[in-house]
């Protein structure tokens, strides 16, 4: 939060400006009153909230795919705010399209940008059937046996099999959209050896096992199709950031026993009292910060902050913990020296939702716990 009030502070800023000193994260180490100098070690350090060293730089105007689009709007509201913390199991989707670009369906799928310690949940080879070409139509056949296999390196192996079956479907012969087909078992392994990933193969049979016609059963392909059909692999993965999220905790700090000491306290009818702890809009906008490049949606998301004061008596409004009603009463009656006011800070706070290009410009969907404030309280 201290993070993003820096952010607050350098994009709004204007003359009432903070002692630089305290919201520098670096003034441990070098001071520095250079704005342009704070604001490049602020946007590194933000960067850092989101996962990144530097940030992907993105050729020309790409597109992101439909499904990944799809799913962003899926899990995130307007502002990128998950909308339900249980709909995706791991924290980060990846998608990557075929690089094979081959007439036969082959594909391969280069996935350097997956980090070492990302722990993979499921994977999908996405591939859109085409129509059958209107001469063939007729058919005999009604049905086809789909099979994905993943390539093997027969050398290594030991063994007189080139493919190990993945996957295997029957499809509608004259069916036409997505075909999902789950591969995880094959990308696990190329995770574990790079250098068996020797792609994937996928074999198309009648219910005999015959080989079926290929021009009658139709995938689409990198190199001959609109860009909206490229065969694509969607990885589900969890990259283990999970952080001592108040999500879960949030509603155990509310339900102290402090109303039964304290009384809540109108304080618009007290003039010139200090505004109590509350929540205010702090919006963190993408564009500014140079990152509209990359990031693909939200265009910025508000991240609130939580400012005001805490003093006695405090109200089941200023959503105390029980320490904090004891330590506002020894503020209050002066009883020890040094004891400050209780803070206000965020006792609530909310995931956001990224959809941006990564360095080989696939599109990756990625939630980031504790990036919003959805309450403030007096802690
Ligand atoms: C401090 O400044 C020096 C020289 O400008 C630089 O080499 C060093 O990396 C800086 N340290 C930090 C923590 O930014
Ligand atoms: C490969 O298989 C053959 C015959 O089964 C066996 O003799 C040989 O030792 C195996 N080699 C390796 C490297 O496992
Ligand atoms: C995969 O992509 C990375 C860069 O994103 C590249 O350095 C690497 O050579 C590629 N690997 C293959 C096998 O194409």
Same mark, same amino acid.
């Given at each position: ?18 002692? *630089? %000193?305290?919201? =520098?994260?670096? &003034?441990?180490?070098? !001071?520095?009153?250079?704005?342009? !100098? ?52 791991? =924290?980060?989707? +990846? ?25 993979? $949940?499921?994977?999908? $080879?996405? $591939?859109?059937?085409?129509? *059958? ?5 007729? %058919? ?48 696990? /392994? ?20 015959? *080989? ?28 283990? +950031? ?21 009384? &809540?306290?109108?304080?618009?009818? !007290? /003039? ?19 990152? &509209? ?28 913990? =029980? ?16 004891? !400050? ?7 609530? $706070?909310?995931?956001? %939702? ?14 980031? %716990? ?10």
């Amino acid at each position: 939060m201290i993070l993003l009030l820096i952010f607050g502070s350098l994009l709004w800023s204007a003359a009432s400006r903070p002692s *630089p %000193n305290y919201l =520098n994260p670096y &003034s441990e180490e070098n !001071e520095t009153d250079d704005p342009e !100098e704070m604001r490049s070690a602020a946007i590194k350090r933000l960067l850092e909230v989101f996962g990144m060293e530097d940030p992907p730089s993105i050729h020309g105007h790409k597109q992101a795919p439909q499904y990944m689009l799809d799913l962003y709007n899926t899990v995130a509201d307007v502002d990128g705010v998950t909308k339900d913390p249980y709909l995706l199991e791991g =924290n980060t989707v +990846r998608s990557f399209f075929d690089k094979l670009r081959s007439e036969q369906v082959e594909f391969s799928f280069n996935l350097s940008t997956v980090s070492r310690g990302e722990k993979i $949940l499921t994977a999908e $080879l996405h $591939l859109f059937k085409l129509r *059958p070409q209107a001469t063939l139509a007729f %058919n005999r056949h009604h049905f086809c046996q789909v099979s994905v296999y993943q390539v093997l390196d027969t050398s290594k192996t030991n063994s007189t099999q080139d493919k190990k079956l993945l996957s295997s479907r029957l499809i509608p012969v004259h069916s036409t959209g997505w075909e999902v087909f789950t591969i995880t078992q094959a990308v696990r /392994s190329w995770m574990m050896d790079e250098g068996s990933n020797l792609g994937l193969h996928v074999v198309v049979r009648t219910l005999g096992g015959n *080989p079926f016609d290929m021009k009658l059963v139709r995938f689409a392909s990198g190199r001959n199709h609109h860009q909206s059909k490229q065969p694509m692999l969607v990885l589900f993965t969890d990259d283990g +950031r999970r952080s001592t999220s108040l999500e879960s905790r949030g509603t155990s700090f509310m339900s102290g026993s402090s109303s039964r000491i304290a009384r &809540s306290v109108d304080y618009s009818e !007290e /003039s010139g009292a200090p505004t109590p702890c509350q929540r205010h809009p702090l919006y963190v906008d993408f564009e500014e910060i140079g990152w &509209s490049g990359w990031i693909i949606s939200p265009r910025g998301y508000n991240a609130y902050h939580c400012k005001g004061s805490c003093p006695f008596p405090l109200g089941q409004n200023m959503r105390p913990t =029980n320490h904090a009603t004891v330590q506002s009463i020894i503020y209050a009656l002066k009883l020890l020296k040094g004891v !400050e006011m209780p803070c206000c800070v965020p006792d609530k $706070l909310f995931s956001i %939702n990224l959809l941006y290009f990564d360095d080989a410009e696939n599109v990756v969907l990625k939630q980031y %716990n504790d990036m919003v404030a959805g309450s403030c309280g007096c802690h």
